[in-house]
């Protein structure tokens, strides 16, 4: 008995003092949208939880394996005793009713993160293969940065149309992925001013550790003054090469063509207009519009030597294409 | 040759791999116009030549070596078949031979074709074909003495437990290499030396960090499958008192097979990697390039091996049970096995069709996945998990079952509630088998099944935590001693307990979203992983060698193997949670420098070290203890149990002598009382 | 205890549970053009399912406790039945999975595919089954000559099966625009046909390895070879039993 009581007592101080001790360490990232809140506090339970249940069966062990140890001579065996059923109808029958509890409580902090605002402001979101893109249908324009007015509800209807992708503001808390074929959602309210980053979470090939994009919480002033400066800016870029210029930034070109010169996943667009390429199958070409925009459109048809062909292929009309022609024709 | 040595191995293994390697670039000038240095067709030839070659020098051409000469053979020929064909039909000469050497489809034929010709080589299914030609063939045939049977086909479940155990050795050494590798890729943020200019296998550095990684999770995952089955074949025939498993043929096939498996999963390194992540979602697996249907068809092959090796223990403990052992006098670790089993034998064909659906979708343009012809994305993951939660219980519950068996031998006292422990094997099992799900909460999937997959996961924690708190009275008022095994199984039950209390975080939904896909879950999943089976695998290791060999393994160096293995796989796992839960998300090949990981990650790096040289310390032991260990041919840990009965090494056909089981197998401190009694104890060695 | 029939008796029964098995297939049928019911139809299928474990495929062997020691025949022949069933056991899920792989892309639609035709091959496979069971029938009650001409009977319908499915069905789905590259339909039709047909064609050639060596009287005394073959036969119809509905009467077509 005088074990029990010992044991007991240094469970319960375990526990609290592993307890207290973790929730002294800054283990999750700034609170960042209400959606935290209630993923934090179960957090916080969780974290209770585990620190019981850790204490529980690790201070009985350690004190078994000090206490009981066999002392140095001793060749004798320990009690013979074979189990308890009531004590094993204890330990199935507890957990049970605290995981159906803990569910419950999962259940319901589900519920809250996902509740929805009638007055949420949408944000289209496209992942593709390396980069994001938000489209705001409530403004008319696309950008390559997601700003967000704080403490307003942001549904996000996410796109992708090649591979998986996830949604992630480690800031925020939830992700979801991104499945193509179908238009997933997601809901944040964010709460905190400042500047974080999208992440994309689901693994989609080379350069996902790469696919982060600008996250920018700003006062609601502060946002409608950036999306009508955006919306006026897109209005504006009607000339082939800046809208060439816009198309390259927002599909994520940039993530594998340089326009420096150095080389990256893809060739440099530096001086690639009218230079000599060498294709894999050894022949050479000039690089005239004809080539540029066969590149683009069927990207595997002539794979320049020395890269794999990985280049995705993306669903430009002609016109976007031409643009984008246009554009690269400036980079000498 | 007549000196077969590792060194002569060794140097033929040189000498081939740079003749095939030479060869292949040979090819690539031919095929491409240029020799591509860091390229796969070079690379493919010397890893077939170098494999076999190896096994040549050092055993010579027969067993192991024929297999692999045939198997290249085969490939080749398999590959050459379909690059004939499709020159009949009009292909051009660069859609049938490229930067792979040969095309996609001719590489997936070759690579069935050279496992059926692996199978054929290595003589294991010689029986077979006599019985469909009505021969009969006699059930007893002798091994060669020595070390040489482990390398060609042995009927002997002993001999076959070994040789999966190494097997399982060799592959975690192989994945956990390639865990090296990319641990000190992430010592540091930025990209050190896997750029993207580094190229290597017609991969460059990301690439390469994704393949590498990928392969790193399925390697060790075969390799603990293996080490399961090694750990099984070896001890439960002996724990039942069985003269060997019930079908030998089947088992030494399913052996055979996972050796073509992991030249199968080699190969996709070579060509092209795959970057999907063990989990091989599609759309992405349909786009990576060739290395990923090696992958796939090398978990495929590889999932033979574990379907088969399962259907046999079941039947054995069926029907080869010594007398008078009824189901509530079975060595533990035999339910554990069971329990594993019928997960292995069902579940496993899930995974098998996954992956054949997007080998059909890359072959045929079937579109099965393919949103672009109405395919689902989500219908793979669910096919696929209905798998791979099940199989994570495959991994844990013989290790659990291990430790439940060692612990009454070292705490001398009778496992406490024998019956709620073997019930709650079937439990998780059964209820492993609706879980899947929980894998899923962010993907998509209707959103109405996140609840119950909830509530069903936590339900596991339930069996599990019987199972520890069983354990905790077990050692209650013991008399404990430790030695070595005794430390892996203490070491296991602390670190499955660490890995089991972070499962239930994940099981909410709500906190699920933030922790899914980072370094949390990876650290979740390694430590149930170690403490599941790592260490118990090595507990096991140390506890059986003297049966296994008559010898004893260095108590000292055991030591020194655990206290440096458990600290910094420790630290390694609490560095992982703790980024994780900061926002690190799992397979980057770089991390933000602004997120302040650096340090973190440099000491888990280093202890990704430390856990190897901890490593390598019990191989040096192992293989030198075979000859210098200290003799132990008697009941080294004072056990109950049958196998310890009798002399070490174990006898060729077991039990000469049959027992009768006259007791409860853990009534340890109970003066007088018997588990087994040998049927005619006339008989004195 | 293995309870051997007489071969009269034996007969009758195959006879029979061929006589219900047509019957409910005939109504399955019917139910499906007429009413178009799942529930019915699957009802249909668990109860020819039944049948054709328990008297096509002795499931209650399993059961039967062993004379003999563990070195003889009817001890080994009681392990090599519980290996195969298990086998069996972890082939279904393959096929379970596939039936969920139809129902979750194509829902409660079906390929536009000749439904005569898929009545005629199912009942093909169906008249194999009997013959399978005559030949089983036969060798355990030593006539040689009966396996003989029965095996070789299910071997030529076993055949004839595998060209209705893959020499006709597969070019007329073809014709129809049905191909394997095209959607879904196309997909998840030539996966489960597929599948299907390469268990035939294993059973097939385990039919002639069993008749071969039959013939030359391996099996007059040890006849397990044979039952373990027809279980195999029977598993494979078993599996038809559920694709048949799947891709031939459920549903509305579609594609
Ligand atoms: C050996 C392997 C193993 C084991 C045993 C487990 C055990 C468990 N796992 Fe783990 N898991 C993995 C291997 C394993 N897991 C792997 C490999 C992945 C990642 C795969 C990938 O994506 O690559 C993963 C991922 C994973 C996820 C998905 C995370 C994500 O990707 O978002 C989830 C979610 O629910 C989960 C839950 C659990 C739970 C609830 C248990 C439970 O079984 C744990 C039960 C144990 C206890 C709870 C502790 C002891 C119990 C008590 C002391 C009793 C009292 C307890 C209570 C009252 C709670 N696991
Ligand atoms: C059995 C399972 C197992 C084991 C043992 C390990 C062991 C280790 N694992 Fe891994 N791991 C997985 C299963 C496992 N892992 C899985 C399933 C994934 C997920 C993959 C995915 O996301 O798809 C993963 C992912 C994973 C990641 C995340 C990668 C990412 O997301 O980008 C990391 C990162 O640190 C990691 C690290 C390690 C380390 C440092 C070890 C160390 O313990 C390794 C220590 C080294 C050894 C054990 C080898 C020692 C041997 C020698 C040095 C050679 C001596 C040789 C002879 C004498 C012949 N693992
Ligand atoms: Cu997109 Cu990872
Ligand atoms: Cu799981």
Redesign the interface.
């Known amino acids: 008995m005088r074990h029990f009581i010992i044991a007991g007592v240094l469970v319960i101080a375990a526990s609290f003092g592993i307890y207290f001790g973790l929730a002294s360490v800054d283990m999750l990232p700034v609170q960042a949208s209400t959606q935290a809140v209630g993923i934090d506090w179960m957090w916080d339970i969780q974290l209770m939880a585990m620190s019981f249940l850790f204490a529980l069966i690790f201070v009985p062990m350690l004190y078994s394996l000090i206490v009981f140890r066999r002392r140095k001579g001793d060749t004798s065996d320990g009690e013979h005793f074979e189990g308890n059923n009531a004590l094993e109808i204890g330990w199935t029958v507890i957990p049970l009713f605290v995981v159906v509890f803990f569910a419950y409580l999962g259940a319901g902090n589900l519920a809250d993160t996902l509740r929805a605002d009638p007055d949420a402001m949408v944000v289209k979101v496209t992942g593709f293969q390396w980069g994001w893109k938000f489209a705001y249908p409530e403004y008319g324009f696309e950008s390559k940065e997601l700003y967000l007015p704080v403490d307003q509800q942001i549904w996000l209807k996410m796109e992708s149309n090649d591979v998986l992708h996830s949604f992630w503001v480690p800031e925020f808390r939830p992700k979801q992925d991104l499945v193509p074929g179908r238009v997933t959602e997601l809901r944040v309210t964010p709460n905190l001013v400042g500047s974080y980053k999208v992440r994309c979470a689901e693994l989609c090939g080379t350069s996902h550790a790469f696919m982060e994009s600008p996250v920018i919480v700003v006062e609601e002033d502060d946002f409608v003054k950036w999306a009508i400066e955006q919306q006026a800016l897109a209005a504006a870029a009607n000339t082939p090469e800046s809208q060439g210029e816009l198309l390259v930034s927002t599909n994520g070109c940039v993530a594998c063509h340089s326009i420096n010169g150095t080389t990256g996943q893809g060739p440099t667009w530096l001086g690639l207009f009218g230079s000599d390429v060498e294709l894999t199958d050894g022949s050479i070409v000039v690089a005239d519009e004809a080539f540029i925009t066969e590149s683009i459109a069927d990207p595997a048809a002539k794979v320049v030597k020395g890269f794999a062909p990985v280049m995705p292929l993306y669903p430009f009309t002609n016109e976007e294409i031409a643009n984008i022609v246009a554009y690269i024709k400036t980079l000498k | 040759m007549k000196k077969n040595t590792v060194g002569s191995g060794l140097l033929l293994l040189f000498v081939a791999g740079a003749i095939g390697y030479g060869l292949g670039l040979g090819f690539d000038a031919l095929i491409n116009g240029a020799p591509n240095f860091s390229g796969s067709t070079s690379a493919a030839f010397a890893l077939l030549f170098a494999v076999s070659a190896f096994f040549f020098g050092l055993y010579g051409y027969r067993g192991i070596t024929r297999g692999l000469v045939w198997q290249v053979v085969g490939t080749l020929a398999g590959g050459l078949f379909i690059s004939g064909i499709r020159a009949l039909m009009g292909y051009k000469f660069s859609e049938i031979f490229g930067s792979f050497f040969f095309s996609e489809p001719a590489w997936v034929f070759g690579a069935l074709v050279g496992v059926i010709s692996f199978l054929s080589g290595v003589g294991v299914m010689d029986d077979w074909m006599k019985w469909v030609r009505g021969i009969d063939t006699h059930d007893h045939h002798e091994d060669e003495p020595g070390w040489e049977k482990y390398f060609s086909v042995s009927l002997d479940h002993k001999v076959i437990g070994i040789q999966y155990t190494v097997t399982a050795l060799v592959l975690i050494s192989v994945g956990g290499l390639f865990a090296l590798i990319f641990r000190t890729e992430l010592a540091y943020s930025q990209l050190q030396f896997l750029t993207t200019t580094f190229k290597l296998f017609n991969q460059n550095g990301p690439q390469i960090y994704n393949s590498l990684m990928s392969l790193h999770g399925m390697i060790m995952i075969v390799s603990i499958l293996l080490g399961v089955s090694g750990i099984i074949n070896y001890v439960v025939p002996l724990l039942i008192g069985a003269h060997d498993m019930a079908f030998p043929r089947m088992n030494a096939f399913a052996y055979w097979i996972a050796v073509p498996a992991s030249v199968l999963l080699l190969m996709s390194l070579v060509l092209g990697g795959f970057d999907t992540g063990w989990t091989g979602y599609p759309p992405l697996s349909a786009r990576a390039p060739v290395g990923v249907q090696m992958f796939f068809l090398g978990v495929f092959t590889a999932g033979w091996s574990s379907i088969l090796g399962a259907l046999n223990v079941i039947a054995t403990v069926i029907r080869m049970r010594a007398k008078g052992m009824n189901a509530m006098r079975m060595p533990i670790f035999v339910w554990a096995a069971i329990a594993t089993s019928i997960i292995a034998l069902t579940a496993t064909q899930l995974i098998g069709l996954s992956f054949q659906l997007v080998m059909f979708q890359r072959l045929f343009g079937m579109g099965f996945f393919d949103p672009a012809k109405g395919g689902n994305p989500v219908l793979f993951q669910h096919l696929f998990w209905f798998y791979s939660h099940p199989a994570v219980y495959v991994f844990v519950l013989p290790g659990l079952g291990i430790i439940s068996e060692l612990l009454p031998v070292f705490a001398r006292k009778p496992l406490f509630g024998y019956r709620w422990i073997a019930m709650s094997s079937l439990g998780i099992a059964l209820v492993g088998f609706v879980v899947w799900a929980h894998h899923m909460f962010t993907s998509g999937m209707n959103e109405y099944l996140r609840v119950p997959f909830m509530y069903s996961t936590m339900l596991v924690a339930i069996p599990t935590g019987v199972k520890f708190f069983s354990w905790v009275a077990t050692l209650w008022k013991g008399k404990i001693e430790t030695p070595t095994p005794m430390l892996f199984v203490l070491g296991a039950i602390f670190v499955f307990l660490l890995g089991g209390i972070t499962g239930p975080p994940n099981a909410m939904v709500a906190l699920d979203l933030h922790l899914h896909d980072t370094y949390w879950v990876v650290g979740h999943f390694h430590d149930t992983i170690f403490g599941g089976f790592v260490f118990p695998f090595f507990a096991s290791i140390y506890y059986w060698y003297p049966k296994a060999t008559g010898r004893r393994m260095n108590e000292f160096w055991g030591k020194v193997h655990f206290w440096l293995m458990t600290p910094s796989f420790l630290i390694l796992t609490f560095g992982m949670m703790y980024i994780g839960l900061l926002g690190m998300r799992r397979r980057i090949v770089d991390y933000d420098a602004a997120l302040g990981f650096d340090p973190t990650h440099l000491v888990m790096t280093i202890c990704a070290f430390g856990i190897a040289l901890s490593v390598l310390i019990f191989f040096i032991n192992f293989f030198h203890s075979m000859k210098n260990g200290e003799k132990a041919e008697g009941n080294v840990w004072n056990s109950r149990s049958p196998e310890w009965q009798v002399p070490s090494p174990m006898p060729a056909h077991n039990y000469e002598v049959p027992f009768e089981v006259v007791g409860e197998p853990y009534d340890y401190g109970l003066p007088g009382s018997k588990y087994v009694q040998f049927i005619t104890p006339t008989k004195k060695k | 205890m293995t309870h051997k029939h007489d071969k009269s008796s034996a007969f009758s029964q195959g006879v029979l549970i061929f006589v219900y098995l047509a019957v409910l297939t005939a109504v399955e049928f019917f139910v499906a053009v007429k009413l178009n019911s799942i529930q019915i139809m699957l009802l249909i299928a668990l109860v020819k399912a039944g049948l054709v474990m328990y008297y096509y495929m002795h499931i209650y062997k399993l059961n039967t406790s062993d004379e003999g020691d563990?070195?003889s025949y009817s001890?080994k022949s009681?392990?090599n039945r519980?290996?195969l069933w298990?086998?069996l056991?972890?082939?279904s899920?393959?096929f379970g999975?596939?039936l969920?792989?139809r129902f979750?892309?194509l829902g409660l639609t079906r390929p536009h595919l000749d439904q005569n035709l898929g009545l005629l091959v199912t009942a093909v496979l169906l008249i194999s089954s009997f013959f399978m069971n005559r030949a089983e029938t036969s060798i355990e009650h030593g006539d040689r000559k009966g396996f003989v001409t029965n095996i070789i009977i299910t071997l030529i319908l076993g055949i004839g099966f595998l060209l209705g499915v893959v020499a006709v069905e597969w070019p007329r789905a073809i014709e129809e625009g049905i191909t394997?590259?095209?959607?879904?339909?196309?997909?998840?039709f030539?996966?489960m046909t597929g599948m299907h047909a390469f268990h035939v064609l294993t059973g097939v050639i385990f039919l002639l390895?069993v008749l071969?060596?039959g013939a030359?009287g391996?099996y007059d005394k040890h006849s397990y070879p044979v039952e373990a073959a027809a279980v195999y036969w029977h598993f494979v119809d078993l599996v038809w039993i559920f694709f048949y509905p799947a891709l031939y009467l459920i549903g509305v077509v579609a594609g």
């Open positions: 563990e070195h001890f009681g392990t519980i290996g298990m086998f056991l972890s082939d899920f393959v999975g596939l969920v792989m979750n892309l394997a590259s095209s959607n879904t339909v196309g997909a998840a030539f996966m390895i071969r060596n030359k391996l």
